[in-house]
């Protein structure tokens, strides 16, 4: 082997270790900012409430170390594609892209329920605007208006109540519990909606208008219409930020009388053993 391919196969062994090293990083001691929690207590739902509610706060300032989120208000997506048809009022073929939500920054938590059996969560919680921009590629009908444009779209919902459903597995890494979430499903209400589509009928400006108009004055039913759109959203973006924190911090810090992996599920003896971080 020669001592420049030596060299090479060196610095690619340096910088694999490096990546894997950070990939693998996580707390060891309980930050101030979490609240841990007993969920043998009676009153762990409104411990864990609290817990979630300040984890939250956090966010808008950023987590120290957790360096894979960005920004959490506004967040960014770079695409989403939905195809939807529920009914003959609705039959919508939507692609979003450089997707722009501000809100989560303000989030309410109102209540924070984990179930032992399989330790899955139902969090509630409220925001009290969220505002989606970019570009979007809409083909379709919406309250029997046939559609077909390209532009900008705007929308901003008020007060808007989420109730979302997370699935999770254990796993251990460094003497530490961890949730691997799987799964994140929500529902949502809201008091408003407010939108605009620019360019709905490829420069007819007239009937651009009238349609926004239909739309703003009849939001309850655009709501209806675009349901999917915007739990597609959230989902993307509660599932991305909650992997990366939960992949983070040690489920011990947010409950301490959390069981291992094995005691949990089971199986056999390497059940519980030390696991590499899921994908």
Request: glycine letters at 6%; charged letters at 20%; proline letters at 4%.
């Amino acid at each position: 082997m020669s001592p420049a391919f030596t060299q090479l196969y060196i610095l690619i062994l340096c910088c694999s270790y490096t990546v894997s090293a950070v990939d693998e990083a996580f707390l060891t001691n309980p930050p101030d900012y979490i609240k841990e929690c007993q969920i043998a207590d009676k009153n762990f739902i409104n411990c864990s409430t609290q817990s979630i509610q300040q984890l939250f706060d956090k966010l808008n300032d950023g987590i120290p170390g957790l360096n894979s989120i960005k920004s959490f208000d506004p967040f960014y997506l770079n695409r989403i594609r939905i195809t939807q048809g529920n009914s003959n009022a609705i039959n919508l073929k939507v692609e979003l892209a450089n997707v722009k939500i501000n809100g989560f920054g303000h989030t309410n938590v109102l209540e924070s329920i984990v179930y032992p059996k399989d330790y899955s969560w139902k969090t509630t919680f409220m925001l009290p605007e969220m505002k989606l921009q970019g570009d979007y590629s809409l083909f379709g009908r919406i309250l029997l208006i046939p559609l077909n444009g390209h532009g900008e779209v705007f929308l901003e919902a008020e007060n808007m109540t989420v109730i979302m459903h997370s699935k999770t597995r254990l796993y251990e890494k460094g003497g530490f519990t961890f949730y691997n979430v799987t799964n994140c499903r929500v529902d949502f209400k809201i008091d408003g909606l407010k939108s605009y589509f620019s360019n709905l009928f490829n420069g007819n400006k007239q009937l651009e208008d009238s349609t926004n108009k239909f739309f703003n004055d009849n939001w309850r039913m655009l709501a209806d219409a675009l349901y999917t759109v915007i739990t597609q959203t959230i989902e993307d973006i509660l599932l991305d930020v909650l992997k990366k924190i939960f992949h983070y911090i040690p489920a011990n810090f947010f409950i301490n009388d959390i069981p291992t992996s094995k005691q949990l599920y089971g199986g056999s003896k390497g059940a519980g053993a030390e696991a590499r971080r899921p994908k």
